[in-house]
């Protein structure tokens, strides 16, 4: 007797876009008076943390989310102190 031909492979469906990610390079881009900023920083970290342990995408989005997060924050800093000295 003749083996049958082989069976196919497991269907895997392909792992989505962090929704986190997503929205920290959003809140980044936005910055929303620098309320954005730190939201952005807090949905980085949170996206990165569900990425590396699903099989999720977007790290490049959470990273870009984090920076952008982290220079309006930067930026804040930087006017606060100038306002500060001014007055």
Known sequence: MRPGP???PAYLPAAGINGF???SL????????W???VLAVVF???????????????????VAGLA?????LAVAAVVLIVLSAAA
């Open 68 to 72: 952008l997060g982290y220079l309006g």
């Open 6 to 8: 082989p069976g196919y």
């Open 35 to 37: 309320g954005g900023s």
């Open 44 to 62: 980085g970290h949170v996206a990165l943390r569900q990425i590396r342990t699903s099989r999720q995408r977007g790290r490049a989005m959470a």
């Open 26 to 33: 959003v809140l980044g881009l936005l910055w929303l008076w």
């Open 21 to 23: 990610a997503l929205a």
